[in-house]
């Protein structure tokens, strides 16, 4: 039995035409915990309606959080202290990750992925006031995570 192996295509990147030995996908990454499918974020009372706004801004497009992405709005939102709950926290990423998300468009249409950066105000979630996200797009969708995650 022969394999065909992917290639990558990634014009001007030292990884341009190497072969793809291992994939792994958004979907064993839900699976395994390590991302929260934005889209499904309204399953119980706590998140209310926050994987509609996903939906509704998103169309048609997977988008995902990473563990501690949601972890940080988690911790925002329990905190007493503050008015935030899921639907508020997550309308501001989609409200201030525009800028990154058009700049991860514009890259992932000449490369296949992009990535674009943005900062915004979550209160609750420790010492940190603003919390530098990035918007990452690529065959899986759109995943919002904290800046220097992998």
């Known amino acids: ?16 035409g190497a072969k793809v030995i291992y994939e792994y996908t958004a979907e064993q990454g839900v699976a395994d915990g390590l991302l929260y499918d934005a889209r499904k ?14 939906r509704e801004q998103f169309k048609g497009q997977p988008v995902y959080l990473t563990a501690a992405l949601y972890r940080l709005i988690e911790r925002s939102v329990a905190n007493r202290g503050t008015c935030n709950d899921w ?15 058009i700049k991860a468009q514009r890259k992932a249409t000449v490369t296949g992925t992009g990535s674009g950066n943005f900062s915004l105000i979550i209160t609750g979630c420790g010492r940190k006031r603003y919390q530098d996200l990035t918007a990452t797009i690529d065959g899986n969708g759109l995943t919002f995570l904290i800046q220097g995650e992998d």
Not at 41 to 54: K, N, P, S, T, V
Not at 87 to 96: F, N
Request: proline share 4%; hydrophobic share 40%; with cysteine.
């Open 1 to 16: 039995m022969t394999t065909t192996l992917k290639t990558v295509s990634d014009p001007g990147s030292i990884w341009d």
């Open 87 to 101: 639907p508020g926290v997550c309308w501001d990423i989609v409200w201030m990750a525009r800028g990154g998300v």
């Open 41 to 54: 974020l309204d399953g119980d009372d706590r998140q209310g309606e926050a994987g509609q706004i996903f």
